[in-house]
C-alpha cells in the first residue's frame, strides 16, 4: 500500500504562469516532508522541506504548502520557467522513527513540463 | 569529485553474473542508502549505512548484498539476479545529527542495470 501518493503523473504549464504539485499521504505519524526534483540521467536533487509544525515553507520561487488535516501538501512554483521541466518527487518521514538514519517514503513522482 | 558519484552508469548482465555496485560520496556524510527504481514505482528503499552499520534492510532478496567499507563508500554485489530486478538503482548519503536527523539525502546519478 502506498503511503505516500502523485496522483498526476504529469502536468503541463506554460511558462511564466504557476505549477501546482500535489502529493497526499496517508500515513499520519508522517511530520516532515520534502520534494526533489530529477532531471533525466541524473539522480535526485533536493528542493524545499516543511515540517508538520508549519503549514508553509518558501524558497524563492518555490513554495510548499502542508494541510495536516487534509494529509495533503502542495508544490507551488512561481513564475515557471522551461528549466523547471523535470519530474518531481514528494516524500515524507517520521520524526519518531527509531534508528539513527533517516527514512524517506516516496510517491511515484509527477512530471513537469513548462512551454514556451 | 564532488557529491556523490556512481559507477557504473550502466549494466547488463546475466542472471548468472557476479557484478558491483560502487558509491562514494565526498560530503562528509555518515549515513549511505541503497534505493532501487522500478518503472512506474516510487524509489524502494533497499539498504540503509549509519555510522558504517546497516540499520535498515527492507526485506532484500539475499541476492542483492550490501558493503559498507567505510563512511565514504558503500557497494551492492549483485549475485544470480532475475529480469525482474532490472531498474536504476540509486545511492544517497546524508548527515546524520542524532537527535537532529539530517532528512536532506543526496542522490548519486544512478546505475541503470539491465539483467538478461
Known amino acids: 500500500d502506498q503511503q505516500v501518493k502523485q496522483n498526476s503523473p504529469s502536468l503541463s504549464v506554460q511558462e511564466g504562469r504557476i505549477s501546482i504539485l500535489n502529493c497526499d499521504y496517508t500515513n499520519s505519524m508522517f511530520d516532515y516532508f520534502l520534494w526533489y526534483k530529477k532531471y533525466p540521467a541524473e539522480g535526485p536533487t533536493f528542493l524545499i522541506s516543511i515540517s508538520s509544525i508549519k503549514d508553509k515553507n518558501e524558497d524563492g520561487r518555490f513554495t510548499v504548502f502542508l494541510n495536516k488535516s487534509a494529509k495533503h501538501l502542495s508544490l507551488h512554483i512561481v513564475p515557471s520557467q522551461p528549466g523547471d521541466s523535470a519530474v518531481y518527487f514528494c516524500?515524507?518521514?517520521?520524526?519518531?522513527?527509531?534508528?539513527?538514519?533517516?527514512?524517506?517514503?516516496f510517491g511515484t513522482g509527477t512530471r513537469l513540463q513548462v512551454t514556451l | 569529485e564532488t557529491g556523490v558519484t556512481q559507477t557504473p552508469r550502466h549494466l547488463v548482465m546475466g542472471m548468472t553474473n557476479k557484478k558491483s555496485l560502487k558509491c562514494e560520496q565526498h560530503?562528509?556524510?555518515?549515513?549511505m542508502y541503497w534505493y532501487k527504481q522500478s518503472a512506474k514505482k516510487p524509489l524502494e528503499l533497499m539498504f540503509v549505512y549509519s555510522l558504517e552499520e546497516r540499520v535498515e534492510n527492507n526485506s532484500v532478496p539475499s541476492r542483492f548484498s550490501p558493503e559498507c567499507p567505510n563512511s565514504s563508500h558503500l557497494f551492492l554485489h549483485l549475485h544470480t539476479l532475475q529480469p525482474e530486478d532490472s531498474a536504476l538503482y540509486l545511492c544517497?548519503?546524508?548527515?546524520?545529527?542524532?537527535?537532529?536527523?539530517?532528512?536532506?539525502?543526496?542522490f548519486g546519478p544512478g546505475t541503470r542495470l539491465t539483467v538478461t
Open positions: 544517497a548519503s546524508s548527515q546524520e545529527l542524532g537527535i537532529l536527523k539530517g532528512y536532506e539525502q543526496y
Open positions: 560530503l562528509g556524510h555518515n549515513a
Open positions: 516524500a515524507a518521514s517520521e520524526w519518531a522513527n527509531t534508528g539513527t538514519a533517516s527514512k524517506l517514503t
